[in-house]
């Protein structure tokens, strides 16, 4: 009887166990946020624009989207974007379809993998039709392309000034609002229109440095530091954030990786001119004279410098950028790089990497104080960007800045890829967290994807 009584104290025991109650979710709260009305603001990489176009699986993926979904979870409004099509052939400016990793076959007859388009033709009839939504307001204006100082410009909406973003003409209120009256409104004036935020985001200032790196500082010069709105980047960041931050709203901006470490800039090394026998002899005949010597292996491209003295050519130094736009089958088969140096467009010197750098951290002291004026979080991106160039562990994967293969970055080695954004927006999260005490939790950025391979 004993036992039998035993045996029933120990079911007793075990179902008790069972009928624990479990421990209950913690509630995703705000803190001393208001997200009711929340906008983006900011360039591609807020719209989704990666694989060098725009798209709808982009948009889907972009940083704004995913720090608007994660804020949903703490009262932020619903999602509403300029959507494209669906057939996800995405569009740029040059109307050229999104990259993908395919087969190509180069000037040598190899075949290989490589960024390819999509289609012949990107999405051409999303700059055509308009996108605008009557009586809705977007809670995205990412706009690739834009400029801090294209914030208060109202030539980016107009289609027949040089300026004429045809992002932001699609989604631009101006056909309704102003039809036919010559006028055209600016971003800030399209974001305010209809009610201020309560909350934004703000990742802005990129294209103010990019156009120049990306042509390898020949032209598009970089916003200047002081100016007007329109014209300098601290008087256009400045009536930008007071907009933002009256009524108390309350915000989170980011400061400035150096882009001159994305892999659109360090994927090609500046001695990787391979040369057997017989390139070393000519190539020391051709540049001996000038006091440039080559030997069998590895050696530094040969590029054009106005200020190489007489001649204006010389080798490349450590630490100078081969850009991605240099063509690669030229350098294989036609002696690009070593008899014809590399022309200026496709090379950043020391020099010229120094004057973005220096460009980026003046943006970034502008930036830092304007946000501790009106109390807005900031997400320092570079101690991220560092840590994707030396390669980490994330839940288990490898993950690096290498191009192609890294899992971070895009195609077009500029913008990040799903799963960059993903990483990316939980930078914004743990900023807002702690500066305005919100819990709104992080995205598992493997649920994302990388570049996907054939």
Known sequence: MKLFYCHIIALL???LMACKPKEPMLSVHSGTADFSKFVAIGDGHTAGYMDDALSIHGQQNALGTLLQMQLQLAGANPTILPWLDPSNV????????????????????IQGLSPIRFSAQGEVVSFTQSAY????????????????????????????????????????????????????????ENVLFGGYPTFSSIYLGLEDLLPYAKSGAT????????????????????????????????????????VTKFPYFTTIPYNGLKLDAASV????????????????????????????????????LPGELI?????????????MGSVFPLRDEFVLTLDEIQQVQSRTTAFNQII??????????????????EKTNAGFVYNGASL???????????????HLNPRGNALLTNEFLKAINVKFKSNLPMLNALNYNSVLFP
């Open 323 to 335: 850009l991605l736009s240099v063509p690669l089958d030229s350098i294989k088969c036609h002696q």
């Open 219 to 258: 032209q598009n010069p970089m916003t200047p530091v002081s100016g007007l709105p329109n014209v300098g980047f601290d008087e256009s960041i400045n009536q930008l954030l007071s907009q933002l931050s009256s009524n108390n709203a309350k915000g989170v901006i980011a400061t400035l990786p150096d």
């Open 13 to 15: 025991l075990i179902a």
């Open 133 to 188: 939504i009557p009586n809705q307001k977007y809670s995205n204006y990412g706009i690739p392309g834009l400029k801090m100082i294209d914030m208060v410009s109202n030539l980016i909406g107009n289609p027949n000034d040089q300026k004429y973003n045809p992002y932001f003409g699609r989604m631009s209120m101006d056909q309704f609002v102003l039809p036919m009256t010559g006028t055209w409104s600016s971003v800030q």
């Open 90 to 109: 995405g569009i740029n400016t040059q109307q050229q379809a999104r990259l993908i990793l395919g087969y190509k076959t180069d000037c040598m007859g």
């Open 281 to 316: 002899v000519t190539l020391n005949q051709i540049y001996g004279p000038l006091g440039f010597a080559f030997h069998v292996g590895e050696n530094p491209f040969m590029i054009e410098d106005p200020s190489a003295g007489m001649f204006g050519v010389r080798p490349m």
């Open 400 to 414: 690096s800045a290498k191009f192609v293969s890294g899992g971070v970055f895009s195609l077009d080695g500029i």
């Open 368 to 385: 830092r104080a304007k946000a501790n004026e009106v109390g807005f979080a900031v997400v320092e991106t570079s101690p991220f960007y």
